[in-house]
């Protein structure tokens, strides 16, 4: 399996433009992360999707910030309009949930977003 | 809301000597423990996890111990090398991982 794809892996944009980030997870897992990382908070969870299904996104920022997944195999997470704020790497995980306890997530190499 | 606290922020050893990562969690219903190494300008990767029914778990080098009375976590790394140098993060789960801040890890040969 080629792992949690990601692009893409670098985007420099302008403020105000929309951004659309995308992610494939890994064939047969069932749960879908967003993370946004940086120097000052760190890992944040924006917004998780179990069985395509927006479960908790109570991390996500504000309504400039929307994500979907319309198949097992695709999900993305859309900025409008995009702020210097922004910038950030934004990773996607996925993971197979099963039962009661929470499994490996596996992370794909994320995206550098850059908003000037 | 649910926390993971984790320290130190910074640790310097030298090759050959233990490291100690430490992390406390306040969701008294999390019950998946992985602890994540991310090199410079990579993806995070798990290193190790404990489950809430075991308290203590071990491969090679390094080892996780779990107190769940006081909702304490740690990750020990024996033998340190150079390799290890990079930025641990712990998280606490139950549905969703909550994460710590890291530690950045420094062992110098």
Redesign the interface.
């Known amino acids: 399996d080629a792992g949690v794809i990601q692009s893409p892996r670098h985007e420099v944009t302008e403020m105000g433009q929309e951004v659309t980030l995308r992610c494939k997870p890994i064939s047969g897992h069932n749960s879908l992360f967003w993370y946004r990382q940086t120097m000052m908070r760190g890992l944040e969870l924006l917004i998780y999707f179990n069985n395509n299904v927006p479960i908790d996104d109570s991390g996500m920022p504000e309504d400039r910030f929307s994500a979907k997944m319309p198949n097992a195999s695709f999900s993305t997470l859309k900025i409008q309009p995009s702020e210097p704020r922004d910038s950030a790497v934004y990773f996607c995980a996925s993971s197979f949930r099963q039962g009661v306890f929470g499994n490996e997530q596996f992370f794909g190499p994320g995206t550098r977003l850059t908003v000037l | 809301g649910e926390n993971v606290e984790q320290h130190p922020s910074t640790l310097s050893v030298q090759e050959g000597d233990s490291a100690v990562i430490k992390c406390t969690y306040s969701d008294s219903a999390s019950?998946?423990f992985?602890w994540y190494k991310q090199e410079l300008g990579?993806?995070?990767?798990?290193i190790i996890?404990i489950?809430?029914n075991v308290g203590e778990k071990k491969d090679q080098r390094i080892a996780v111990t779990l107190n769940k009375t006081a909702k304490h976590f740690s990750l020990h790394i024996t033998e340190t090398q150079p390799e290890d140098s990079a930025v641990y993060?712990c998280a606490a789960?139950?549905?969703?991982?909550?994460?710590?801040?890291?530690t950045r890890l420094a062992v110098h040969p």
């Open positions: 019950n998946y992985p990579k993806r995070p990767q798990l996890d489950r809430s993060f789960s139950m549905n969703k991982l909550i994460f710590g801040a890291g």
